[in-house]
């Protein structure tokens, strides 16, 4: 079993649109979890990053982590084209090896 | 500020050579990290550098694969000799005290014939 979990889509929104990306993990161990926005040909680009339950907000991006069920999620308000890229997921125990989920390709459409 | 950097940014080698890939990390990182990236597959964590010491290096997969960081600063990755399942996209990252910050860079894509 992986020890996380991640739609690989595409997922494809018009402009405006509010858009929901999640990821899985069986570990419960982990602590950090954290969103990489991916665009072609590029690294991995560090979006957001939160430290155990709870919510965390920033501009147009959320980002929530419920750890009794194992679940993350990134919400993309008022989603723009230039969102469009490859969101990955990574969770860490202590902070220092991350595991990624797969990546969730995601299109916003004009 | 410049961030972290990779060279080359593709290599195609045959299968029995010897490759070295090189990360420069964010100036001031003592912490660098390698990731490959099979295709199709997660990105899966290689090692982790504190300043020029190996802090954890479970994710090599086997003894082909040698990583050094002298003098804390740039790294090399030498893979030798190449096989064929090596094939995929190699991540550099680095990060200052907050290890979750791990910023990467873009990568080296390495092709084994």
């Known amino acids: 079993q992986k020890e996380v979990e991640q739609d690989p889509g595409p997922l494809s929104v018009p402009e405006g649109a509010i858009v929901s990306l999640n990821c899985t993990y069986s570990?419960?161990?982990?602590?950090?979890f954290m969103w990489y926005r991916q665009y072609s040909r590029k690294g991995p680009e560090l979006l957001m990053y939160t430290y155990s339950s709870g919510n965390k907000e920033d501009g147009r991006f959320t980002a929530q982590v419920d750890k009794s069920s194992k679940y993350i999620s990134l919400f993309i308000r008022d989603s723009q084209p230039s969102d469009s890229a490859t969101y990955l997921c990574a969770m860490s125990r202590l902070g220092n090896q991350f595991y990624f989920g797969t990546g969730t390709s995601l299109t916003v459409i004009p | 500020e410049a961030g972290v950097t990779q060279f080359p940014s593709h290599s195609v080698i045959e299968k029995g050579q010897t490759v070295t890939l090189r990360c420069d990390p964010i100036s001031g990182h003592d912490n660098l990290y390698w990731y490959r990236r099979v295709m199709g597959k997660e990105i899966k964590f290689l090692l982790h550098?504190?300043?020029?010491?190996?802090?954890?290096e479970s994710g090599m997969p086997n003894n082909r694969f040698l990583a050094e960081r002298t003098g804390g600063t740039y790294s090399t990755l030498k893979v030798q000799p190449a096989e064929l399942e090596d094939s995929g996209v190699y991540f550099c990252?680095?990060?200052?005290?907050?290890?979750?910050?791990?910023?990467f860079g873009p990568g080296t894509r390495l092709t084994v014939t």
């Open positions: 570990n419960s161990a982990f602590q950090y």
């Open positions: 550098f504190v300043k020029e010491s190996k802090q954890d």
């Open positions: 990252a680095s990060s200052q005290e907050s290890v979750y910050e791990q910023y």
